[in-house]
T-cell receptor, first 114, second 114 residues
Framework: EAQVTQNPRYLITVTGKKLTVTCSQN?????MSWYRQDPGLGLRQIYY???????DKGDVPEGYKVSRKEKRNFPLILESPSPNQTSLYFC?????????????FGPGTRLTVL | KQEVTQIPAALSVPEGENLVLNCSFT??????LQWFRQDPGKGLTSLLL?????REQTSGRLNASLDKSSGRSTLYIAASQPGDSATYLC?????????????FGPGTSLSVIP
């Protein structure tokens, strides 16, 4: 089944404790992206990747890191999480650049930073 | 800067009613526009993608129209069902060389009452 998977689905952590949210797609898509969704602010892009070893900042990259060592995986890293990073995070992928094709979204990761 | 808005923020209708959701964008220079559905606790599902050269797209009971000159798109849902209850988001891809960004609206929360 074609899908985007994220792990974990739910995470509660404390300020400053490094964490990684994994994202994987099985559709051989070139483009992958991370979004956060907050009430009243909608979906905002954090980072995106056009292909392996190619990443770039979105609208709200501060406090996040990403890597794209393999085509299928695009982990989101929070080196020192803070309470303002409490949010619902979505990973997405598409065949080509983000807006050219239908985007497929993962189920979301709800992160709480205490 | 491209901004996307959606009105109304929430809508409640009786089952069987036809309804229209609205999406507005400030810059008419777009590559395409997508409509997504988001169920509580789940990721986004792409419903329809309209290229800038198209006027509308149809899928089953859904019909999306695009009027670039006025910066508007509508999603028409015929014969609404309780299973249509969800949040509907529109997103535009600004016209530029990389097409790497997708800008989302805040969404319309739809409730279809049996």
């Amino acid at each position: 089944e074609a899908q985007v998977t994220q792990n974990p689905r739910y995470l509660i952590t404390v300020t400053g404790k490094k964490l990684t949210v994994t994202c994987s797609q099985n559709m051989n898509h070139e483009y992958m992206s991370w979004y956060r969704q907050d009430p009243g602010l909608g979906l905002r892009q954090i980072y995106y990747s056009m292909n392996v070893e190619v990443t770039d900042k979105g609208d709200v990259p501060e406090g996040y890191k990403v890597s794209r060592k393999e085509k299928r995986n695009f982990p989101l890293i929070l080196e020192s999480p803070s309470p303002n990073q409490t949010s619902l995070y979505f990973c997405a992928s598409s065949l080509l650049a983000g807006g050219k094709n239908e985007q497929f979204f993962g189920p979301g990761t709800r992160l709480t930073v205490l | 800067k491209q901004e996307v808005t959606q009105i109304p923020a929430a809508l409640s209708v009786p089952e069987g009613e036809n309804l229209v959701l609205n999406c507005s964008f400030t810059d008419s220079a777009i590559y395409n526009l997508q409509w997504f559905r988001q169920d509580p606790g789940k990721g986004l599902t792409s419903l329809l993608l309209i290229q800038s050269s198209q006027r509308e797209q149809t899928s089953g009971r859904l019909n999306a129209s695009l009027d670039k000159s006025s910066g508007r798109s509508t999603l028409y849902i015929a014969a609404s069902q309780p299973g249509d209850s969800a949040t509907y988001l529109c997103a535009v891809t600004p016209w530029r060389t990389s097409y790497d960004k997708v800008i989302f609206g805040p969404g319309t929360s739809l409730s279809v009452i049996p």
